[in-house]
């Protein structure tokens, strides 16, 4: 069974930084990845990495949030800098799996940026 836990979410001022995880179990995973959605709006990609490092982000975040991945621990990580208030969203870990291709999804862990 797989289970997507992320971590990381919380409260944070403009301009501060927060650094979210997620860990996958129950397979191995081509794609992991972020996305989030925001109050009224849609759930939108923020950034994926490749199980071979190669990373993909929305033009929005480019050169604000850099991810990461740890294959040995199945895990995907996303580091945001510079945070704005219409950053504040809950964000979704994904992952791929690489044999099936299905695609997973966590609960979601909300950041929240105060101007």
């Known amino acids: 069974q797989v289970q997507l836990v992320e971590s990381g979410g919380g409260l944070v001022q403009a301009g501060g930084s927060l650094r979210l995880s997620c860990t996958a179990s129950g397979s191995i995973f081509s794609i992991m990845g972020w996305y989030r959605q925001g109050p009224g709006k849609q759930r939108e990609l923020v950034a994926t990495?490749?199980?071979?490092?190669?990373?993909n982000y929305a033009d929005s975040v480019k050169g604000q949030f850099t991810i990461s991945g740890d294959n040995a621990k199945n895990a995907v990580y996303l580091q945001m800098n510079s945070l704005k208030p219409e950053d504040t969203a809950v964000y979704y870990c994904?992952?791929?799996?690489?044999?099936?291709?299905?695609?997973?999804w966590g609960p979601g862990t909300q950041v929240t940026v105060s101007s």
């Open positions: 994904t992952a791929k799996g690489w044999v099936s291709g299905q695609s997973y």
């Open positions: 990495i490749t199980r071979g490092g190669i990373a």
